[in-house]
């Protein structure tokens, strides 16, 4: 008999790959969060069923009448923009901290039948001097998001230790892939079109880059790890490259000799250097299979063939 998976924020960039990978895997993947998947959609995502609705635990049970009882729950729901967790504090802690109560409570009624998930993020870390970041770097965030994420953690650490609930924690560095209308490359490939390549920042800010397909991965391993003692993991490569070096490597892609430009000016809650310690899930035999040069080929044909022909 196969086991269920509910996947909150299934309908969003990091959820609908998490969905796709545990269909692969056997798993029954029910959806729950934001947006409104017509059938090809959830075909093509893995997603047996989807229900449309605010993650609660009163719409959590309601989804388990209706679709059956979990064996696991990974929680992607939440707003992921630090810009907008400046804009709108209080929206950010709803979406991050409020739907982590309510799916950790929603499996903590199930007396530790229920494994659960949580995609973290290196937010919590704050402006780290010493890299590579190692999971017990003391967590000092410099964003309300960085906050909302840390307060999210803390209600697993105390799910799992008061009540026993099988949790495990990925703090997620850098994630990018065909399909994200965000952040660094979304900007590059409308900069590139428009034919002004400059940028915020000194370039010289070093990330930690893992495709979105290798994340999903990484969330799947994280249910088989998932226990009492809430295990916490960093999701990256283990490898830094500069945005500079970033960007240069997407010119060269984009257009010969495209090279960015860059303001010296930086955003709040923009971290200079990040880039992870990736022993522990190494130790778990996590090996990222997506190069580089790779995902950011697909990414500009992905934006090509969708956002410029549409």
Not at 91 to 96: E, H, I, P
Not at 162 to 181: E, K
């Amino acid at each position: 008999m196969r086991k269920t998976v509910f996947i909150t924020g299934a309908a969003g960039f990091i959820g609908r790959h998490v969905a796709r990978t545990l269909a692969t895997q056997g798993w029954r993947v029910i959806g729950v969060g934001y947006g409104n998947l017509v059938t090809d959609e959830t075909r093509t995502w893995g997603i047996e069923h989807w229900q449309s609705a605010e993650v609660t635990l009163d719409n959590l049970e309601a989804l388990a009448v209706a679709a059956g009882e979990p064996d696991a729950v990974i929680h992607c729901a939440g707003s992921g923009l630090v810009g907008y967790s400046f804009e709108h504090p209080r929206n950010d802690f709803l979406g991050n901290v409020l739907s982590t109560l309510d799916a950790l409570e929603f499996a903590r009624l199930r007396a530790g039948r229920v494994r659960v998930a949580v995609p973290s993020s290196a937010a919590v870390y704050g402006a780290v001097a010493q890299y590579p970041i190692t999971e017990d770097t003391p967590l000092s965030p410099i964003s309300p998001y960085g906050v909302h994420k840390v307060m999210a953690e803390d209600l697993c650490r105390a799910y799992a230790a008061f009540w026993q609930v099988p949790v495990c924690i990925v703090r997620l560095f850098s994630i990018f892939g065909a399909g994200l209308r965000k952040q660094l490359l979304w900007d590059a490939c409308h900069k590139a079109h428009a034919r002004s390549f400059r940028f915020f920042g000194t370039g010289e800010e070093l990330r930690d880059w893992l495709h979105v397909n290798d994340a999903a991965m990484l969330m799947s391993l994280a249910l088989e790890h998932a226990a009492p003692d809430c295990p916490t993991v960093n999701g990256g490569s283990g490898e830094g490259m500069s945005i500079q070096d970033m960007l240069g490597r997407f010119g060269k892609i984009w257009q010969p000799n495209l090279q960015p430009d860059f303001t010296g000016e930086t955003k709040a809650g923009d971290p200079a250097h990040y880039v992870a310690d990736t022993s522990q899930i190494r130790a778990w035999g996590f090996t990222p299979q997506v190069s580089l040069d790779e995902g950011l080929a697909d990414y500009i044909r992905w934006f090509r063939q969708t956002e410029l022909l549409e």
